[in-house]
């Protein structure tokens, strides 16, 4: 995909609609729980409303609004991508894969802490956008969820 021509939107529908293979057709059921896991949550951050005027905008143009959900559908996005990196199976991983799923493992629980805790996200998010301070969504009760599973 092209990310100056290819929106937010089809970048999360191609991370999320690759064609994940279930253990009982070769992949490890730990690689297969993580990379499932983050394709529903970054399906869910993309479809919330504080994502909505990012959606159609191309992957590189700089988004209309760098909200706390934005933030996290990037991070959660980029750790996707990081698994997917991965061959599936986790057998024979050469030490650049065994590198790569060690920091998909890593990244995902710390998707989760980052979720669950805004005394750790707002202050990452502000650093980074300065002027979300004092804006950030609610992640609201579904996507909490999702983020205590991970």
Not at 2 to 24: G, I, M, Q
Not at 28 to 54: F, G, Q, R
Not at 65 to 71: A, C
């Amino acid at each position: 995909m092209d990310p100056n021509v290819a929106t937010r939107e089809e970048f999360t529908k191609h991370l999320t609609s690759l064609p994940y293979p279930k253990s009982s057709e070769g992949s490890a059921p730990e690689w297969y729980e993580l990379v499932t896991k983050l394709a529903v949550l970054l399906d869910k951050l993309a479809h919330h409303e504080a994502m909505a005027p990012n959606l159609q905008q191309t992957y590189m143009t700089p988004a209309a609004s760098k909200n706390k959900v934005y933030f996290m559908w990037d991070f959660v996005g980029r750790t996707l991508g990081i698994a997917n990196r991965v061959d599936c199976d986790l057998k024979d991983l050469s030490s650049y894969e065994k590198e790569q799923w060690e920091d998909a493992k890593g990244r995902s629980i710390f998707a989760g802490q980052l979720m669950l805790n805004d005394k750790m996200l707002h202050p990452m998010v502000e650093s980074t956008y300065p002027g979300q301070k004092g804006k950030h969504p609610a992640f609201g009760d579904e996507l909490l969820k999702l983020a205590r599973e991970l």
